[in-house]
């Protein structure tokens, strides 16, 4: 396992290095009228360290590049994906070019991640404690 400060530094890395898409999508969650809901982006769990994590809700949202279709990145991904569901998170993938072209559809899916439905009224979400 990689110790905390060698995380916290990637992850800080990683802030200050955000790609167009990474900073679009930040600006919008920034500005996503959600009672409660927090998002951290580039944020260490585990070995890993996630694109953007609501810690109340255990929603990650990963935004993935044409890199991602490469066989070996591609097999990372899932067993990245399947060890932080292991840990109790949901996790949503977007493409980049799902952020460039249709930002709204986006956000709604993420909306739907939080609340179950488009439909659903906003309440203020709780922080769970990791035990």
């Not at 802030?15 to 580039?42: D, I, S």
Request: net charge positive.
């Amino acid at each position: 396992m990689v110790s905390t400060p060698i995380r916290r530094a990637a992850a800080k890395r990683l802030r200050a290095n955000t790609t167009p898409q990474e900073r679009t999508l930040w600006r919008a969650l920034k500005e996503l009228p959600v009672e409660g809901t927090h998002f951290r982006r580039q944020a260490p769990i585990g070995p890993y360290v996630v694109d953007f994590l609501c810690p109340a809700a255990y929603l990650i949202i990963e935004l993935d590049g044409g890199h991602h279709n490469d066989d070996e990145t591609a097999e990372r991904d899932r067993e990245r994906q399947r060890w932080l569901e292991r840990e109790g998170y949901r996790v949503v993938r977007f493409w980049n070019s799902e952020i460039a072209a249709d930002l709204t559809a986006v956000l709604e899916r993420v909306y739907v991640e939080l609340y179950g439905s488009r439909e659903a009224e906003v309440g203020p979400l709780k922080h769970r404690r990791r035990r």
